[in-house]
């Protein structure tokens, strides 16, 4: 018997981190190269600042994605807007503002693009960052036609958004694809398992819809891979290589 799955009304191509690798990760540039290359959703990585405002960014530190240097945990949104978060990528993008995560809502809800909003805590804010990023959800997308998609590693954060916005849809987003992953995506109420790509197979993707789930895999780089995982049937794809696999125009 054919499980019936979850809405999904999103794409199967997701640009990682805004922009792949053509654009500094995780910044509004790195959205509009997404946009010009014709994705209509995108992945970025959201944590709280010290002074808990949402920004999007991947590392616990800034020193790899800015000019600045140490925890971000330890920076205020005000410390965090003087660094340059485009010049390590290239000098096209010099200058380049950390953006926080209301701006990125309304840049994507206003362009109709879909989000998968990854949430990424500092070390030891799994709660509450979870708990900030799905009511600022709630609010940003009030009266918006597709909701963004939560995901995390951390699945104290998972807990925390099912708990304050169960209507929020949640992926319990994996390393290594565990023995329980049933038991754990019934736990968070998710509506998806994402996987890292290299443990995709037809088999686990047949599982997963029999067991009424969505998947998707990040992160696909190889044009070929990226076929047969969509001809296996896989819900998404996230990938930092926008010119080479992206939605038919
Ligand atoms: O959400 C998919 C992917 O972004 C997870 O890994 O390290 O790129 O955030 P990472
Ligand atoms: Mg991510």
């Known amino acids: 018997m054919t499980a019936k799955l979850p809405s999904w009304p999103y794409s199967r ?3 990682h ?5 053509l654009a500094p990760e995780n910044t509004l540039a790195a959205m509009r190269v997404g946009a010009e290359h014709g994705f209509t959703m995108f992945e970025y990585d959201v944590k709280l600042s010290r002074d808990n405002v949402l920004v999007l960014m991947h590392d616990d530190n800034v020193d790899r994605t800015s000019n600045g240097q140490g925890p971000a945990a330890d920076k205020t949104y005000a410390e965090l807007a003087q660094l340059d978060f485009g010049s390590w990528h290239s000098a096209a993008y010099a200058g380049e503002p950390l953006p926080t995560f ?15 909003v990854e949430i990424k805590p500092c070390p030891g804010r799994e709660a509450e960052t979870g708990a900030a990023v799905a009511l600022a959800c709630k609010q940003l997308w009030a009266g918006a036609s597709t909701p963004p998609l939560l995901s995390s590693f951390a699945e104290e954060a998972l807990q925390a958004a099912l708990e304050v916005a169960p209507e929020i849809p949640r992926a319990l987003l994996v390393e290594k694809v565990p023995a329980d992953w049933r038991e754990r995506l019934v736990k968070y109420d998710c509506v998806a398992l994402n996987i890292n790509q290299k443990d995709a197979t037809r088999e686990l993707i047949d599982a997963v819809h029999a ?19 969509l001809d296996w049937g896989i819900d998404g794809i996230f990938t930092d290589e926008l010119a080479a696999i992206r939605p038919a125009a």
């Open 17 to 21: 981190r805004g922009g792949g690798r």
């Open 211 to 229: 067991a009424g789930y969505r998947i998707a895999a990040w992160t696909v780089n190889d044009p070929e891979r990226a076929r047969l995982l």
């Open 13 to 15: 191509y997701i640009a």
């Open 102 to 116: 209301a701006a990125v809502a309304r840049y994507t809800v206003a362009n109709h693009i879909a989000s998968n």
